[in-house]
């Protein structure tokens, strides 16, 4: 009943845009392929650790539709890294998924790049990306992520995140 409601105010002009957000990707490909929705936010679901959700993504690039992207560091675990204490979806990382960034990690290691700066470029590269909703705590976070955008990154680092299986093989990777 809702979305009818505020797609009918979209229309007439009261607001911009009629978007819907969640973590379950499926249900929001059955909105993007169902509902004359603009964009969706999508949780934790397109990241370097997680591209479950590309079929999501692709149809949202074929209508149109704008994807923003929360919860890219997974609770912090692409933030901090595979440490002690390190979350994942608001939880403590279970060991399978602490073992996956440390890969994610030596790999980054060994292209000299630092993991948040891989974890924020990566979704950024698929083109239905429209923006990422990051948290920030003070300015010197906001700078360094601002700087972790634009830092080049080699190519070869993603071309060995996916020989290394870490990267879906249809993944859309950062240009040089």
């Known amino acids: 009943m809702a979305l009818p409601a505020l797609i009918e105010l979209r229309d007439q002009g009261p607001i911009g845009a009629v978007g819907v957000g969640m973590k379950q990707w499926q249900v929001l490909r059955d909105f993007a392929l169902h509902a004359d929705i603009d964009c969706v936010l999508l949780a934790g679901r397109y990241t370097l650790l997680e591209q479950g959700a590309l079929p999501l993504l692709t149809r949202c690039q074929e209508r149109g539709i704008g994807v923003l992207l929360g919860g890219v560091f997974h609770s912090g675990i ?13 939880a403590p990382a279970p060991p399978t998924i602490a073992g996956r960034v440390a890969r994610i990690e030596a790999i980054c290691r060994r292209f000299d790049v630092a993991l948040p700066t891989a974890t924020i470029q ?9 923006s990422l909703v990051l948290g920030a705590v003070g300015r010197d976070e906001v700078a360094s992520t601002l700087c972790a955008v634009d830092e080049p990154l080699p190519p070869a680092l993603w071309e060995a995140l996916r020989a290394a299986g870490r990267l879906d093989p249809a993944a859309p990777t950062p240009a040089a």
Request: proline share 14%; net charge positive.
């Open 122 to 130: 990566f979704p950024l590269a698929h083109p239905a990306v429209a």
């Open 78 to 90: 692409l933030a901090t890294g595979a440490r002690p204490g390190a979350r994942y979806n608001d």
